[in-house]
């Protein structure tokens, strides 16, 4: 059954943590509708994390601390929901994904969730092939997690959390151990991904530039806050966004500094093809 409206939705949503004497999360009021793609940025210790565990319930269900407001997840208070419940409904991938993945094999890891379901085992076998026919990974059916990439690791991780079915897949700093071309292959798996599935996509990235051109959104924190929200070329234009200590992608500070130079231009442009694409139409504007 799918419900109408916001997958997400945080209600005047504060924490701090146990012993900390700030709240980290202050006041958070924010709806993400199903089958958005949501950039989260913003400055190291912004808050980024505390507002992903928030959804998936590692907060309060496994970090204690003082909480008030809710966040709903598929119209669920996460806080009054079982984390085994919530894990259905958010698919989470760790930044290494060395976390997630620990069984013998790459099949086997990928069913080690949905075995802990008690899910019956045709289904299982089927969910484990459509996740890694989905991530194209079903040729490591049989390899040890040890003698995987990188790359595939990441790959792993997400089959693992796709094969539960979720309405929400989250990943924080999914590209940070990856070199340029596996973090590029993996935001074009990311994307294939949103639209195959339609499910609804939150990152946390700090290199803007590699997924700026698949997001619908851009969230920017600053000290427990959403300083900024917006469409990715309304957002990285505007002067706060800069402001606020993320990595400004070099087309959209480029088409900024042409901007204040007189030149206008369209709209900014999200990669450098897009920039070229400007300057060609219109270079005498
Ligand atoms: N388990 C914890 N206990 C106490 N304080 C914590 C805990 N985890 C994070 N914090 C604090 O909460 C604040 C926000 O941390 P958080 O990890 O959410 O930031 P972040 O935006 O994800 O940063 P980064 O970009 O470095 O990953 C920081 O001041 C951090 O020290
Ligand atoms: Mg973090």
């Not at 945080?10 to 958005?36: H, M, P, Q, T, W």
């Not at 210790?45 to 709903?72: A, E, Q």
């Not at 639209?195 to 924190?221: F, K, P, Q, W, Y």
């Amino acid at each position: 059954m799918r419900s109408v409206g916001a997958v997400i939705e945080f209600r005047d949503y504060s924490f701090s943590y146990l012993g900390g004497n700030r709240a980290v999360l202050d006041l958070i009021d924010l709806k993400i509708e199903r089958g958005e793609i949501v950039i989260l940025a913003g400055p190291t210790g912004c808050g980024k994390s505390t507002l992903l565990r928030s959804i998936n319930g590692l907060i309060p269900h496994m970090y204690p601390g003082d909480r008030k407001g809710s966040v709903l997840v598929d119209g669920l208070d996460v806080a009054l929901t079982p984390m085994s419940k919530i894990a259905e409904k958010v698919g989470f991938v760790f930044q290494n994904p060395e976390n997630q993945i620990f069984m013998f094999s790459v099949e086997r890891d990928i069913a080690f969730a949905l075995e802990n379901l008690a899910m019956p085992r045709n289904e299982i076998r089927e969910r484990v092939s459509w996740a890694m026919n989905l991530l194209d990974i079903a040729h490591l059916a049989k390899t040890a997690p040890h003698e995987l990439s990188d790359g595939q690791k990441q790959r792993v991780a997400i089959a693992g959390v796709l094969a539960m079915k979720p309405s929400v897949l989250i990943l924080d700093e999914p590209t940070s151990l990856l070199d340029p071309k596996t973090a590029s292959q993996l935001v074009s798996t990311v994307n294939q991904l949103h639209d195959s599935l339609n499910i609804t996509i939150i990152v946390v990235e700090h290199r803007l530039d590699l997924l700026a051109g698949i997001a619908t959104r851009i969230l920017i924190m600053q000290d427990g806050t959403i300083r900024l929200d917006g469409p990715p070329r309304e957002v990285l234009s505007k002067r706060e966004a800069e402001l606020a200590g993320i990595g400004i992608p070099t087309v959209t500070r480029l088409y900024t500094l042409l901007r204040q130079s007189g030149l206008s231009i369209g709209q900014p442009p999200l990669s450098p093809h897009e920039l070229a694409e400007l300057l060609r139409v219109k270079p005498n504007d």
